[in-house]
């Protein structure tokens, strides 16, 4: 067991120069060339195996997290590289004429909430973890917009905006969650009688 701890770099709750926090800033800095790409090649196989990629990346750095030590600045930058690619993407997809702009600034508007509200807790010291339901929104959101791009369904407009508003539910449904789950978490406890 002495073996495999020493394997195991760990990193403390301060540290910023992980593993983990450069694949979500490598994530970022990689957006705007998906970006770029999806607006050269539309759907396609390039434009879809790049999303693949990069969406692809969000569970690395998860894993690296846990492998190695989660940091606060880690907890920070992995959902903010979620949604700056996922945004990015489906913004892209509206401002070419694609995509509905309504679905995309639903999801916006939670996103932007669930920030504020994550920064709020964090600077009082409270984390809320991701659920499941909330991996299932990111899952659905990444293959809304991967459906808009692979060629073989980009044509059949009905099944990925289905999977869009499917995503757009979710994203609802679990930043309510979060915002109650916060402020449970947060709630003084009460006093013994």
Request: proline share 5%; aromatic share 8%; charged share 15%.
């Amino acid at each position: 067991m002495a073996i495999r701890a020493s394997r195991r770099s760990g990193f403390g709750p301060s540290a910023l120069a992980t593993p983990a926090n450069a694949v979500s800033a490598a994530r970022l800095l990689v957006t705007p060339l998906m970006v770029l790409l999806i607006v050269r090649d539309g759907p396609a196989w390039t434009t879809v195996g790049g999303w693949f990629l990069l969406a692809s990346t969000d569970g690395l750095d998860g894993y690296l997290a846990r492998r190695q030590g989660a940091t606060r600045s880690g907890a920070f930058l992995d959902p903010l590289a979620d949604k700056i690619c996922v945004l990015a993407a489906m913004v892209t997809l509206v401002a070419q004429g694609r995509w509905w702009w309504l679905p995309v600034a639903l999801i916006a508007g939670r996103e932007l909430v669930q920030t504020a509200w994550r920064s709020h807790l964090g600077r009082r010291g409270i984390s809320v973890p991701a659920t499941r339901l909330a991996k299932l929104k990111t899952l659905l959101q990444n293959l809304a917009v991967g459906g808009a791009l692979l060629p073989w369904t980009a044509r059949h407009h009905s099944l990925v905006q289905s999977t869009l508003w499917v995503a757009v539910l979710l994203t609802l449904v679990t930043g309510y969650q979060y915002l109650r789950d916060g402020r449970r978490t947060a709630a003084p406890a009460p006093a013994a009688a």
